[in-house]
T-cell receptor, first 113, second 116 residues
Framework: KAGVTQTPRYLIKTRGQQVTLSCSPI?????VSWYQQTPGQGLQFLFE???????NKGNFPGRFSGRQFSNSRSEMNVSTLELGDSALYLC????????????FGPGTRLTVL | DQQVKQNSPSLSVQEGRISILNCDYT??????FLWYKKYPAEGPTFLIS?????DKNEDGRFTVFLNKSAKHLSLHIVPSQPGDSAVYFC???????????????FGKGTKLSVKP
């Protein structure tokens, strides 16, 4: 069974640009969550999508947005990039049962210059 | 305000000995706890979890202990192996917290080094 895949793996952008990251969950998983990992803040929750609906959102500005498609694939978008957005962006999928673990992809390393 | 804290950024142990990684939480609504392991350039990998109705869960060399009154959990690795060297994250979730349970709250991680 294929794991969670994220594309691209690495990305370099400049301030003010926008970026779109993609995540394909494990087959059959309906929940996709996004996290930002930085050295200073660790792993921070961005948002969760389930059945194409955003179920929960973390404390990030509106520049961070996402969506989920009918095949459960998800994208996140960051507009007007800032230097502080440089981070590893991780996507995780789960079956969304009452208690189950999330399976993480390898992440997209975003560098903002 | 950090709701999940891992106060030791790093830990070094000898191969074959016990590794004990600690985690504290502040939100009493958390009722499910997980440990993840992360190697460089990879996403976190699920290790073991524990529900708040239990105080111990064991899986091979890994055991997680939960002390609800102290809002503390720990991960024991026995015996430690060099391949266990990684960053370990403690995470917590609460059913219906924010309307779902798909948002894990992570600690900042503890880097474990197991020396041969």
């Amino acid at each position: 069974k294929a794991g969670v895949t994220q594309t691209p793996r690495y990305l370099i952008k400049t301030r003010g640009q926008q970026v779109t990251l993609s995540c394909s969950p494990i087959s059959g998983h309906r929940s996709v969550s996004w996290y930002q990992q930085t050295p200073g803040q660790g792993l921070q929750f961005l948002f969760e999508y389930f059945s194409e609906t955003q179920r929960n959102k973390g404390n990030f500005p509106g520049r961070f947005s996402g969506r989920q498609f009918s095949n459960s694939r998800s994208e996140m978008n960051v507009s007007t990039l800032e230097l502080g957005d440089s981070a590893l962006y991780l996507c995780a999928s789960s079956l969304a049962l009452v208690r189950d673990e999330q399976f993480f992809g390898p992440g997209t390393r975003l560098t903002v210059l | 305000d950090q709701q999940v804290k891992q106060n030791s950024p790093s830990l070094s142990v000898q191969e074959g000995r016990i590794s004990i990684l600690n985690c504290d939480y502040t939100n009493s609504m958390f009722d499910y706890f997980l440990w993840y392991k992360k190697y460089p350039a990879e996403g976190p990998t699920f290790l073991i979890s524990i529900s708040s109705i239990k105080d111990k869960n064991e899986d091979g060399r890994f055991t997680v202990f939960l002390n609800k009154s102290a809002k503390h959990l720990s991960l024991h690795i026995v015996p430690s192996q060099p391949g266990d060297s990684a960053v370990y994250f403690c995470a917590a979730s609460a059913l219906n917290y924010g309307g779902s349970q798909g948002n894990l709250i992570f600690g900042k991680g503890t880097k474990l080094s197991v020396k041969p």
